[in-house]
């Protein structure tokens, strides 16, 4: 089986761009989750999707919005870039966003720098 | 609110030796699962041991053991007979029961194995 694999490896942008990160689930997932990882810090929840609806969200703002396709494949958008979402960005895919216990396999993540 | 807390930003360790990486978690939950994972220099999030908030005895895998002490609230990882290829970076975490698949993440232990 697939692992997730996300796209692109490495992205610079300027402030006050967008920009779309991409997210391939492992096969058989119908979960997808986003995390920002700052540089020091662990990663922090951003939202989750599953079976295409947002399933929940953490503390970010509106800008950051994301969608999920029907073979489970999701993209992260964020628009009017700001300095500090230079981060590296997780996704992770799992099965049944219903249970606390699946495991979930992340992906390389995509290194984010705004300039 | 959930919270993780990792006290050792860094630890060295003798290669072949065991170590100890500490966490403190905080929820109003009863149900939970506690996570560790390992991030190395590549950025992905590696999978190493779970550990359910109602299991009698405490998680192993392999040369990962989880020390779960439910009163204190805490979850250290216990890594045996430690390798050099076990630099990196390691994370607490958890999912309560109501937050499905949303991992709350400590800020993480850099352990660096010495030969």
């Known amino acids: 089986e697939t692992g997730v694999t996300q796209s692109p490896t490495h992205l610079i942008k300027t402030r006050g761009q967008q920009v779309t990160l991409r997210c391939s689930s492992q096969s058989g997932h119908n979960t997808v989750s986003w995390y920002q990882q700052a540089l020091g810090q662990g990663p922090q929840f951003i939202f989750q999707?599953?079976?295409?609806?947002?399933?929940g969200r953490g503390n970010f703002p509106p800008r950051f919005s994301g969608l999920q396709f029907p073979n489970y494949s999701s993209e992260l958008n964020v628009n009017a870039l700001e300095l500090d979402d230079s981060a590296l960005y997780l996704c992770a895919s799992s099965t049944g966003a219903g249970s606390p216990y699946n495991e979930q396999f992340f992906g390389p993540g995509t290194r984010l720098t705004v300039l | 609110a959930q919270k993780i807390t990792q006290t050792q930003p860094g630890m060295f360790v003798q290669e072949k030796e065991a170590v100890t990486l500490d966490c403190t978690y905080d929820t109003s939950d009863p149900s939970y699962g506690l996570f560790w994972y390992k991030q190395p220099s590549s950025g992905e999030m590696i999978f190493l041991i779970y550990q359910g908030s109602y299991d009698q005895q405490n998680a192993t895998e392999g040369r990962y053991s989880l020390n779960f002490q439910k009163a204190r609230k805490s979850a250290n990882l216990v890594i045996s007979a430690s390798q050099l290829g076990d630099s990196a970076m390691y994370f607490c975490a958890m999912i309560p029961n109501n937050a499905g698949n949303m991992l709350t993440f400590g800020g993480g232990t850099r352990l660096m194995v010495k030969p």
């Open positions: 999707y599953y079976r295409e609806e947002e399933n």
